[in-house]
């Protein structure tokens, strides 16, 4: 199963469409959508504006491969599961977001193991083409890094102010 | 546990923490620092009710999400996030982002409270508008990425206010 999901907020259209192309042409019915409120018609294929936390884990759950945008929440829900993620940064000049913060946080996790960047639709459907094949990393702890849970229990543990 | 339990209650001086943030990614990143604080009173304050069930047994308290764009809805957020301090009264407050956690930085000093603001792991290039407002009240402000930061010292009176640091990241 291949999870697609444009996150909790807004909608990406042109992530969905991508994907939905994909599938039409490959004729693979194996894949679920969470759309956000988007008008995209997504008949054919099991599919939700949105979805619960607990409807969200289980589909993060059973998915061999995973098609988002470059959101960290996203990113680390695959992480910590070994599931091999595509993502697709959001554009700001095209308005699918504010800034194009989205563009670093996918250059940065591109290093990262399971994580594969499409720069645009085309790379999209090209990575969608492996997707049986795409290997995730080593499921990641559920927690932050040691150095930073010290560094925060240091700072907790430092005098405190006037009291 | 129990040799755990008679430690805290033999402490009147537990910490009290409150850990603030808006949903999706700040929010997975939030409770990423969750064993940072075990030894600590954990307040949690974000913005979903089903957050509540994610951190039990933990205290969890919302607040309304509000973005720079609904100037109204912003104030009321803020208002609603004085009120979480002043019931909490916390002794440190976290916040990952976005809104409602740089209110509660903002606003920590009403509680005599000390703060740390993460700059979310999504703002690999630059600090976010947010971070950037935090530094200047935040007595720590921390970036997830080497390149956006100096490291942190370890000796807390080398740290100069204002100053990124870099210490770990929640990945």
Not at chain 2, 21 to 39: C, I, M, V, Y
Request: with cysteine; aromatic share 8%.
């Amino acid at each position: 199963m291949i999870f697609v999901t444009v996150g909790s907020q807004l909608a990406f259209d042109r992530m969905t469409q991508a994907v939905l192309a994909w599938a039409r042409a490959r004729q693979r019915t194996d894949l679920f959508f969470q759309t956000g409120a988007s008008s995209v018609d997504c008949s054919g294929f099991a599919a939700s504006a949105m979805l619960s936390a607990q409807e969200i884990r289980a589909r993060f759950d059973e998915a061999t491969v995973v098609v988002a945008h470059a959101g960290t929440g996203t990113i680390i829900e695959c992480m910590l599961r070994g599931t091999p993620i595509i993502v697709l940064p959001r554009s700001a000049k095209l308005q699918e977001t504010r800034n194009d913060h989205q563009f670093g946080t996918a250059r940065r996790f591109q290093s990262r193991q399971g994580v594969f960047v499409a720069w645009n639709e085309e790379e999209l459907a090209a990575l969608l083409d492996r997707a049986d094949s795409l290997v995730g990393g080593a499921s990641i702890a559920p927690h932050a890094d040691e150095q930073l849970l010290s560094a925060l229990r240091r700072f907790v543990a430092e005098k405190r102010a006037g009291r | 546990m129990n040799a755990q339990r008679e430690v805290r209650s033999a402490s009147k001086t537990r910490h009290r923490v409150l850990l603030v943030s808006s949903s999706g990614g700040h929010w997975t990143e939030l409770r990423r620092l969750a064993p940072a604080f075990d030894q600590c009173e954990r307040v949690w304050c974000s913005v979903l009710p089903e957050m509540r069930d994610e951190v039990a047994p933990d205290r969890f308290l919302r607040v309304p999400d509000a973005n720079r764009w609904n100037k109204l809805r912003l104030l009321w957020s803020a208002l609603c996030v004085v009120w979480v301090l002043l019931r909490v009264r916390p002794h440190v407050v976290v916040s990952t982002g976005a809104a409602p956690g740089f209110f509660a930085i903002s606003f920590a000093k009403l509680v005599n409270a000390r703060t740390v603001w993460i700059d979310s792991i999504a703002n690999a290039e630059e600090l976010s508008m947010s971070g950037r407002n935090a530094a200047q009240t935040a007595t720590l402000t921390l970036t997830q990425w080497p390149e956006l930061g100096t490291p942190l010292p370890s000796d807390p009176s080398a740290r100069q206010p204002g100053e990124v640091y870099f210490a770990g990241s929640v990945v």
